[in-house]
């Protein structure tokens, strides 16, 4: 059985980080419906173990197959970096991952070869960007950095505030010495914190958020396996989560800065 | 059938912190065993919702009623503030927060009745100590903090640094100025950051840190219902986690400072 060019787009993430890349696959194919899910009752993945994390994906993966969406895109670097393979065997439908068109972004971007990844405990302990990077081209130099404080302080809407700057400046100081050109913002949280990442480095270094990239490597994909949806043809977008805690909706909005698509609670 | 006075105590706690109440327990009762239950791979609870917490800690209890223990603690302040008057109903064992102990010792130590508390997102939302402290001293003046990112600080090790300093004069702030003199830590990982929050507060605010206090009254709960163990007997502990993240045993030490006991991965 063919799938349907009309069926929609599944994206998952560890939570609603991945609502960044919602947004930009929204903007870059309109006429797509999707399925969002964020595992909110097992948040953060980052601080948890590749064995835990490859479980959690195909569970995610699962409910989303299961609704009859016609590609995944794990939009959850840290699932990204330790479940791709596993959901590639599993499922029988294209998946995608935030971490490739990271990469590809991140190398058309750098002159001197020389990047910068962050990203949560877990992305940088699998080195999952340092081996995609290698193997894309194995002269670049890549120095990664884990930033387990970001994400709680994006979640806490201190993004631009003392707290913020000061953990940007311990957590950036390595990296700016290494003199890297480009800097891969390694977790769907990051880009909110563009800002002061910013002012710490330097406008000399180029930030590479993998959201738009993904949209676009989407589109392609979907072109290329005739599984792009009929321009005339109405869209519905939908979002699931595992736990609907008290400010989610308040934290949704300033993800997707627009329409927020109705919300559902379901248990995996 | 009675319950064996050389049964184990059960404890349980979203994660890690909960050590902190293991560690007092272990000092102030060494003739007990403890088994010890992290539930590591849905860490943390502070951010989830009332119902999801009351899920996961009847799945904790369970795990730990099924392993024969005398005696539940509920070492989580999230899920003493949601979840205990549901344990209580649905098993046959005395069960224990630190919700209780905590407003006792502090209602003892504050000289005003005016009483400073600081939590998780949900343990201040479920306002469960605010409503124990009236409960106990209708007179007593309460006032209220949620602190997220102080848990984020001590796992990322960051107690003493001026991103430590940053956030706690940020949370602190508004405490400092409605002249509380006694502040209830309300989360078992701030005890980590008491130096910074003295620094903040000053000396003329006493901390107060419930798992001694939870200790304590474990001993007289256990002592009135002869269900303490006999000075004799051998005592043998263990600690089970849903997850065994990388970092897991050099966390566990600073908790613990000596002994850790052996780990075992389950899945609830």
């Known amino acids: 059985m063919a799938t349907a060019s009309n069926a929609p787009i599944g994206i998952f993430d560890s939570g609603i980080g991945g609502l960044t890349v919602f947004a930009a696959v929204r903007r870059c194919l309109p006429h797509e419906s999707i ?3 964020g595992d909110t009752a097992r948040v953060p993945y980052g601080t948890k173990s590749a064995e835990t994390v490859v479980r959690y994906s195909r569970e995610c993966a699962g409910f989303l197959v299961e609704r009859g969406v016609k590609a995944l895109v794990v939009a959850c670097n840290t699932a990204s970096a330790y479940a791709l393979p596993d959901l590639e065997k599993r499922f029988n439908v294209p998946v995608l991952g935030v971490v490739g068109p990271g990469c590809e972004a991140a190398l058309a971007a750098s002159e001197r070869r020389s990047i910068g990844v962050i990203g949560t405990a877990g992305t940088i302990a699998s080195n999952a960007y340092g081996n995609a990077l290698k193997a894309l081209d194995p002269g670049v130099r890549v120095v990664s950095r884990a930033c387990p404080l970001f994400v ?22 390595g990296l700016k010495e290494e003199g890297i050109d480009t800097l891969i913002l390694g977790c769907t949280h990051y880009p909110l914190l563009a800002g002061i990442i910013k002012m710490e480095l330097g406008d000399a270094v180029r930030l590479v958020d993998s959201a738009e990239t993904t949209a676009h490597v989407l589109q392609g994909m979907l072109e290329g396996r005739n599984l792009a949806a009929q321009a005339a ?8 989560v595992t736990d609907l805690p008290a400010r989610f909706e308040s934290i949704a909005q300033r993800f997707l800065k ?7 609670r379901v248990d995996l």
Chains 1, 2 share one sequence.
């Open 35 to 37: 399925l969002y899910l």
């Open 152 to 173: 709680p302080l994006v979640e806490e809407g201190w993004i631009d505030n003392e707290v913020a700057h000061a953990a940007a400046r311990r957590y950036l100081k």
């Open 258 to 264: 627009g329409e927020v698509p109705s919300i559902t």
């Open 233 to 240: 043809g109405p869209s519905s977008s939908h979002i699931y």
